[in-house]
């Protein structure tokens, strides 16, 4: 069957429903002499007469009765079904999945979305922890967070968290043991606990500035994380010294049971954006979430 027959298959069901053209025909938002001619086109077609036509009435054929029961109930549950997108169109539901790192997820993302979805039950949101750059059209994510300065071009960006920056950080203990720098260049004399990027498999280079100056130093140490969370944990311990978020350790920090150094030469770094494709048709449920998150004017 091709997709004309179809379409007029719909046009006899209209007649035959309404038993009138010309209620069918302000149905379908069609003229009667088309709607007509359409029915008459069908039927030869077929070579099956599906109406019986009167000056008074129109009623179907045996065959159009055998036609009508086997169309009506497969078009109800077309019906239903599209009604049923529109719905889903129109509620906030479904899921949104979105790739960020731990810190972001921790300091900016879970603070924000955590209120939010009691209101919203419906919606489900898978979050995936990965401190490398994911490519979110082909790995079928809705959306990713980076930092400002390493946006694609082609992305929606939404500002979702303010700058922030690194710090370097050492227990009490190691600083006993080993006199603090003073300069980042220093850094290669101590003992350091780095962070490997899960992505690429390379190793952060910690990046410094101090009055327009940028420099970044290769660290050696015992131990090697691939998130934050590991390094500080680490750091407390007396392992060396950690380059971490500053909001992550203010607690240690003001508590005595981490040391800052390097302060000088910490610099800030662009805050976080939720980036999504350009073209995408955005959910009820993603919407949502995009406000959220988003950063108040």
Request: glycine content about 6%.
């Amino acid at each position: 069957m091709d997709r004309r027959d179809l379409n007029d298959m719909l046009w006899f069901l209209a007649v035959a429903e309404e038993r009138s053209f010309t209620r069918a025909a302000a149905r379908l938002g069609t003229s009667q002499p088309t709607l007509s001619q359409t029915i008459k086109n069908l039927e030869a077609r077929l070579g099956l007469r599906l109406l019986t036509r009167t000056t008074r009435s129109v009623a179907p054929t045996e065959a159009g009765e055998r036609l009508l029961r086997a169309l009506a109930p497969r078009i109800q549950d077309m019906e239903a079904d599209i009604d049923a997108l529109m719905a889903i169109r129109d509620k906030p539901s479904g899921t949104v999945r979105i790739t960020l790192s731990d810190h972001a997820l921790e300091s900016v993302v879970w603070p924000k979305l955590r209120p939010m979805l009691r209101d919203y039950p419906d919606i489900r949101v898978e979050l995936n922890s990965d401190n490398g750059f994911r490519n979110i059209v082909e790995e079928r994510f809705d959306a990713g967070v980076r930092l400002g300065e390493s946006l694609d071009q082609d992305m929606v960006a939404v500002r979702i968290g303010p700058d922030w920056r690194l710090v370097a950080v050492g227990s009490p203990d190691y600083f006993a043991r080993h006199p603090p720098p003073t300069h980042p260049g220093e850094l290669v004399d101590h003992i350091c606990i780095n962070q490997r990027h899960i992505r690429s498999g390379a190793l952060y280079v910690w990046e410094f500035a101090r009055d327009g100056r940028e420099l970044r130093v290769r660290v050696d140490g015992q131990l090697i994380f691939n998130t934050s969370y590991g390094q500080i944990e680490a750091a407390l311990s007396g392992y060396g010294i950690a380059y971490v978020p500053e909001n992550l350790v203010e607690g240690h920090l003001a508590a005595g049971r981490l040391i800052q150094v390097l302060d000088d030469w910490s610099p800030m770094f662009a805050g976080y954006y939720l980036y999504y494709p350009s073209r995408r048709q955005n959910s009820p449920a993603f919407s949502i979430i995009v406000e959220a998150l988003r950063v108040s004017a």
